[in-house]
Nanobody, 133 residues
Framework: QVRLEESGGGLVESGESLRLACSIS???????????YAWFRQAPGQAREGVSC????????NYADSVKGRFTISRDSAKKTVYLQMNNLKPEDTGTYYC???????????????????????WGQGTQVTVSS
């Protein structure tokens, strides 16, 4: 069972940066298996939306249009951690950010990671990001 735990959220002003971390534990990071890890966020009263995705093999990434050029997803295999570097934060980035992961096919490239039909096996509890204007 994969367990995910987010950290790094906080209250910042518009234009500032935060780095979220997703610590991964449990039976994962096996080189015989292929996973994706993704960040989703949810603002009060709004639907959850995909923010970014990264594969454990191949290094594929994908981003929501609203964060392209500002957010960067990365992973540290040795630390079993996935990061989301968020620069030039805007008030509309406010929300609870969740880390999630699931096994995928070997050739998966994160192209449809945010599709509603994609199921994720594990979710973290979330970390709050608040950006003031």
């Amino acid at each position: 069972q994969v367990r995910l735990e987010e950290s790094g959220g906080g209250l910042v002003e518009s234009g500032e940066s935060l780095r979220l971390a997703c610590s991964i534990s449990g039976s994962t990071w096996d080189f015989l298996e292929f996973y994706i890890y993704a960040w989703f966020r949810q603002a009060p009263g709004q639907a959850r939306e995909g923010v970014s995705c990264i594969t454990t093999r191949g290094g594929y990434t994908n981003y929501a249009d609203s964060v392209k050029g500002r957010f960067t997803i990365s992973r540290d295999s040795a630390k079993k951690t996935v990061y989301l570097q968020m620069n030039n934060l805007k008030p509309e980035d406010t929300g609870t950010y969740y880390c999630t992961g699931t096994p995928v096919a070997a050739d998966y490239d994160c192209s449809d990671y945010s599709d509603p039909g994609r199921e994720y096996r594990s979710w973290g509890q979330g970390t709050q990001v608040t950006v003031s204007s």
